[in-house]
């Protein structure tokens, strides 16, 4: 198709970035480039707005940014939120499609893309922690399976919103009293207003709560480590890093349960485990939980991995893709990628 473009989108609940892939004419590239990327703020739920309608807004909103290029051959998109169940995404493609034209969507959740870009296609865990927490296990054969992955109220445990959740809990009760006193209570007051009391009340009239939130995480992980190296935070962080390194362990020992020691890729994702103390805990807490588990430095990211799939790399994660117009990801019904019509 002459002149058309190819679209790549990663969107979680802080940003989504839309980016135009470089014209790599009908041939599949294993490496896809960019010629640029734009972000627009996330997905954050909110009461009485269709998600979904929502979630189409944001990746118009991306297009105009990028400025509409056209026509769209192919746009592939990894979403959180609005877009995190079957039917969710078999509604949102053809709305997509039909706000920018293009002639074929690709969609899946971010975790997917997140697994995509990381392992470079290959099959392993990969452990996503950003404001939520995303755990997916992608075997040769083509089967997924997910661990958390819950949002923030139920599940994402050790992820930035359970991390700047509990920080900010311990600014309180050391503002308070009711636990030990901690430098979290004055870096709080930097962020929210004094007296902390008062402030943190007028925080839950924000919008974008959950980010505001989980931004108290980059907080913490400082505070955990020097000059400071605040017990109390120290403490949280080491939590985090457990709860990730259990959700991989978890991953791995039931996607792959007969694989002997250090055969199973895993790795990460995630501005959570770029903090040292969260990373550490998380390592010790895998090779202690799951001794068939290898760490394995991340290939690429989400962006990269959505990029993949917009180039029709030939991965086995192709199950969970929704297609508009419906049709299989692979040309072949043999492939252990080609995913089942009803598919998520």
């Known amino acids: ?15 989504l970035r839309m980016g135009l892939l470089a014209d790599a004419g009908d041939s599949e590239v294993a490496d ?43 746009v592939a998109l990894g979403l959180a939120g609005g877009a ?27 975790d997917v893309t997140t697994h995509l870009g990381v392992l470079a296609g290959a099959p392993g865990v990969v452990i996503a922690a950003g404001t939520g927490v995303a755990c997916l296990a992608v075997t040769a054969g083509g089967e997924l399976l997910n661990v ?20 900010m809990r311990a600014a309180l009760e050391g503002y308070e009293g009711r636990g030990p006193a901690t430098v979290l209570t004055e870096r709080a007051e930097r962020l929210v207003g004094s007296p902390l009391r008062l402030a943190i009340k007028r925080w839950y009239a924000s919008s974008s709560l959950v980010a505001d939130v989980a931004a108290f995480s980059a907080q913490v992980t400082q ?9 109390v935070a120290r403490a949280l962080c080491l939590r985090a890093g457990g709860d990730l390194g259990t959700s991989a ?10 694989a002997p020691g250090g055969s199973v890729p895993v790795s990460w994702a995630g501005g959570v485990l770029g903090a040292r103390v969260v990373f550490e805990a998380f390592a010790a807490e895998l090779a202690a939980s799951c001794p068939a588990a290898a760490l394995r430095a991340p290939a690429g990211g989400s962006m ?8 029709g790399s030939d991965v086995p994660h192709l199950a969970s893709v929704v297609t508009h117009p419906a049709q299989p990801v692979h040309p072949d019904p043999g492939h252990p990628g080609h995913p089942d019509p009803a598919a998520a």
């Open 1 to 15: 198709m002459s002149g058309s473009v190819r679209l790549a989108v990663d969107g979680g609940q802080t940003m």
């Open 32 to 74: 896809p480039a960019f010629v640029r990327q734009v972000s627009v703020p996330g997905f954050q739920w909110t009461l009485g707005e269709d998600p979904v309608e929502q979630q189409c807004r944001r990746v118009e909103a991306a297009w105009e940014a990028l400025g509409r290029p056209a026509p769209v051959d192919v």
């Open 148 to 167: 958390d992955g819950l949002g923030y109220l139920f599940g994402d445990a050790g992820g930035g919103f359970s991390i700047g959740l509990a920080g």
């Open 223 to 231: 505070a955990a480590g020097p000059p400071e190296d605040d017990p």
């Open 249 to 258: 362990a978890t991953a791995a020992g039931r996607a792959f349960p007969d």
């Open 304 to 311: 990269t991995g959505a990029a993949r799939l917009a180039a």
């Open 84 to 110: 995190s169940d079957p039917d969710s995404r078999r509604r949102l493609a053809p709305l997509v499609a039909r706000q920018l034209g293009a002639r074929r969507v690709l969609l899946t959740g971010d």
